[in-house]
Structure formats: C-alpha cells, structure tokens
C-alpha cells in the first residue's frame, strides 16, 4: 500500500528528471501516466532495497531537523527553562548547575527516576533541580498539577521538594483530590490553596511548560534539560550524574 502511494510521485520525478534544464513540460495525458507510473513500479519491484533507502534517509532527515528545532529552542526558551519562579526545586536554589526534569506524578517512570534525582541531590550539594510539571497522561495529571503548581506558592524551597516527592511517591492514580489530601496534610492554606489554583498564575505555568514541551519536541516523561542537551526517559544515576559533571566543567552535557 505505502509504495503505491509513492509511485505516483516518484513516476513524476523520474519523468522530470529526463526533461532537458529549462523546459516546459506539459501535463501528462492519463495514458502517458499510466505508462510512467508502470515503469517505475516495475523497477521498484525489481529493486525494493531502494525503498529501504529513502525511508532510511527521511528518518535521518526528520532526525536532523528534530536535534536543529531542540537546540534552537534550548537557546531561545533558555531563560523560561531555568526560571524556577513557578516550579517546585529541589537541592541547591542557587546551585551552579541546574537539571530541568519535565515529570507528570502519575508517569511511573518519573516515580523510577525520583531516587536518581533524590541521589544527585544528596551527594551534589551545588546543583539545582527545577521540576516542571508536564501533564499529559489524563484529567488526573492536569488536576494534580493544578494543586501542585498552587501549593508551590504557599512553599518554600525545602518544602517544595518534599511536597513533590510525597505526591510523586503516592501509590496509585494521582488526582486533584489526591494532591489536595496531601496539601492538607502538610498544613496549607486551603482556602488561598483554592483561590490559588483558580488563578492566571497557577494556569500560565501549565501553560508555559506545555509550550516548552512542544518546542523541545517532547513526547512523554521524564525529560530532562541539562547543559545543551535534552535526555528522554529514565536513563538512570550515572547518565545523568555525567550530563551533569560535564556540563559543570565545560557548558555541556557531554565535553
């Protein structure tokens, strides 16, 4: 199916390509694009690994313009990235290297990259992990992020930190009513919490980290930013604890 959908187009290219530099080419009559197009076909069939090669190369195409449109937007978004006013963080505030984690509490494999992040904090007492909360696994996620982004504002530094491990550590779905148990918990102000969340601060946050998800090309979480690079999934201690060595002895993930 996918190669005649291509014949068409490749029929028209190999036509074209046989025109002398500079001419007008008329439109083919049906009969002459059915001649064309079973000429292409049928050497197609006879050399299918030429199909192999085009997809192989738009993939790296694709690939290419991917890494171009991650770095761009690493330079241009580089403030809003680091900025830490409207996410929770964790270790140093003003530590010389900062980890930027993309997360949602209901992705279990930001649960699973929670004891790296845990880990680097402990033995780096110089880096700064910012949290940006990136909803995308349902009405649960975007709820808990809503209280979450809404709780920060009622938080200091250190605080911040363990209300998003104790929501990240929650067994089971995570929601809205979940966050605001937690929230209670921790004696905030549920009324401000409230208001809070109904508020332009706590929906541009969201927002925001929406949109910087979409500009790095982000898919799922964790994602994390470091130096100049963007790393997908929960790679684990060692990758990141590099990432992050390197970016503080030379500017970048990897020196």
């Known amino acids: 199916m996918l190669a ?12 074209l390509s046989t025109a002398p530099a500079g001419a007008q080419t008329a439109p083919f009559n049906p009969e002459q694009r059915r001649a064309i197009e079973g000429i292409v076909k049928d ?12 997809f192989a190369e738009l993939e790296k195409r694709q690939g290419e313009a991917q890494r ?17 006013s409207r996410d929770h963080i964790g270790g140093n505030p ?19 990259a929670l004891g790296d992040i845990k880990a680097m904090i402990k033995s780096d007492p110089k880096l700064k992990v910012v949290f940006k909360d990136f909803p995308v696994l349902g009405p649960g996620s975007v709820e808990a992020a809503r209280v979450s982004a809404a709780a ?18 929650t067994k089971g779905p995570v929601n809205g009513e979940r966050a605001l148990t937690l929230a209670k918990e921790m004696g905030l102000d549920m009324g401000r919490l409230q208001k809070d969340m109904d508020g332009a601060d706590v929906k541009e946050s969201i927002q925001t980290n929406v949109m910087l998800g979409d500009k790095l090309g982000l898919t799922g979480t964790p994602a994390f930013i470091v130096g100049d690079e963007v790393i997908f999934g929960a790679v684990g201690l060692e990758p ?3 990432a992050v060595d390197n970016t503080r002895k030379c500017g970048k993930a990897t020196c």
């Open 240 to 242: 990141l604890r590099k």
């Open 68 to 84: 171009t449109a991650q770095a761009d937007a690493l330079q241009s978004e580089r403030a809003r990235l680091l900025d830490s």
């Open 4 to 15: 005649r959908t291509l014949l068409p187009g490749l029929a028209l290219a190999l036509a």
């Open 94 to 112: 003003a530590g010389d290297v900062t980890l930027v984690e993309f997360t949602d509490y209901n992705c279990g494999f930001c649960k699973r």
């Open 43 to 54: 050497y197609l069939l006879a050399h299918p690994e030429l199909l192999q090669e085009v």
């Open 152 to 169: 920060r504002m009622q938080l200091k530094a250190d605080r911040q930190f363990d209300f998003h491990t104790r929501l990240m550590e």
